[in-house]
């Protein structure tokens, strides 16, 4: 675990990962899957301990529909697609983010100024590699978390009360280191396992939410 951290870190602060492995493929998606959980427990012990669990998390904009799906929901698409929209132009190829610039345009059609930022700031993507100059994508994946962190507010109606814009942080913060350790995982690795790391990240959820609303 010492050793991934470090390798973080490197990534981190230079965009750059190490090129010796350090481990097997499970234990490297175990490893995340632990920091994940420690940064989401960390807000959730802030949350109890200092506000007494008054601070909203709920995501709005997440409406359930049934067993299947919300498993195709929550489970495959979001996964995929999240992924696609947040990571997959990180390396700055044009097809990539292409297919990132459509995956966004079907999935925020009706969040107009979050959909505008994101059409812009694909079209600066497409023009960077158009250009074919070296372009360190250590600052595209700042903005990628960025963006995966907004991303989970976008349906949430926007109020400026205290307890509201804790919600936001308390909502937004996890998820933007989320969207770190997903494109570190994308450089180190593939899209693939990002979205594979995804996936596992939204199954425990999903189960405890079907076995609470069981008949």
């Known amino acids: 675990m010492i050793n991934q951290i470090q390798d973080i870190f490197l990534f981190l602060t230079t965009g750059r990962v190490s090129e010796e492995s350090i481990g097997s493929n ?31 998390g709920n995501i709005k904009g997440l409406n359930r529909q049934g067993f299947f799906k919300d498993l195709i929901n929550f489970l495959i698409l979001a996964p995929i697609i999240e992924e696609i929209i ?6 700055l190829k044009l097809k990539n983010i292409t297919l990132s610039l459509i995956a966004t345009c079907i999935i925020f059609y009706d969040q107009i100024w979050f959909l505008l930022f994101l059409i812009s700031y694909f079209l ?12 360190n994508n250590f600052i595209f994946v700042y903005i990628s978390a960025f963006i995966f962190g907004v ?40 899209i693939y396992f990002s979205i594979f790391l995804h996936f596992l990240w939204n199954l425990f959820p999903f189960i405890i939410y079907q076995l609470a609303n069981s008949p």
Request: proline share 1%; net charge positive; aromatic share 22%.
């Open 26 to 56: 499970i234990k490297l998606l175990i490893n995340l899957y632990i920091l994940k959980y420690g940064f989401y427990l960390l807000f959730a012990l802030l949350n109890l301990f200092l506000f007494d669990l008054r601070i909203d």
């Open 151 to 190: 991303s989970h507010l976008a349906y949430k109606d926007l109020s400026y009360s205290y307890e509201d814009i804790l919600s936001y942080i308390y909502i937004f913060t996890p998820r933007f280191l989320s969207g770190l350790i997903y494109s570190y995982l994308f450089f180190k690795k593939d």
């Open 86 to 91: 947040c990571r997959f132009h990180l390396n």
């Open 124 to 135: 600066i993507l497409i023009l960077i590699s158009s250009l074919k100059k070296q372009s």
